[in-house]
Nanobody
Framework: QVRLVESGGGLVQPGGSLRLSCAAS????????AGWFRQAPGKQREWVAY???????VYAESVKGRFTISRDNANNAVYLQMDSLKAEDTATYYC??????????WGQGTQVTVSS
């Protein structure tokens, strides 16, 4: 039943940073995970990062060391700090929260474009 709304996307140069936000309509503290996926045109949606209910952060190999996921239960929000952005990071980014990774609620997506 939870609704998710992403924001913070935009155009950034290679090496730049963006911070994505995901606002939830209700508490997300009782979900097993909160995460981020991304999808580029013509490609399959892929997992980027997630944080578990227990507070463990897990990242895809392609973004490890550059992205940081966090959740703010008090404000019903999930964030994705993206640093050292590369052209290959260009995609629509989606927030996802639920009992199983890739299931449950999805946001509408926010576009991230990394280009000179």
């Amino acid at each position: 039943q939870v609704r998710l709304v992403e924001s913070g996307g935009g155009l950034v140069q290679p090496g730049g940073s963006l911070r994505l936000s995901c606002a939830a309509s209700r508490s997300i503290s009782d979900f097993n995970y909160a995460g981020w996926f991304r999808q580029a045109p013509g490609k399959q949606r892929e997992w980027v990062a997630y944080v578990t209910r227990g507070g463990t952060n897990v990242y895809a190999e392609s973004v490890k060391g550059r992205f940081t996921i966090s959740r703010d239960n008090a404000n019903n929000a999930v964030y994705l700090q993206m640093d050292s952005l590369k052209a290959e990071d260009t995609a629509t980014y989606y927030c996802n929260t639920g009992p199983i990774l890739g299931r449950g609620a999805w946001g509408q997506g926010t576009q991230v474009t990394v280009s000179s």
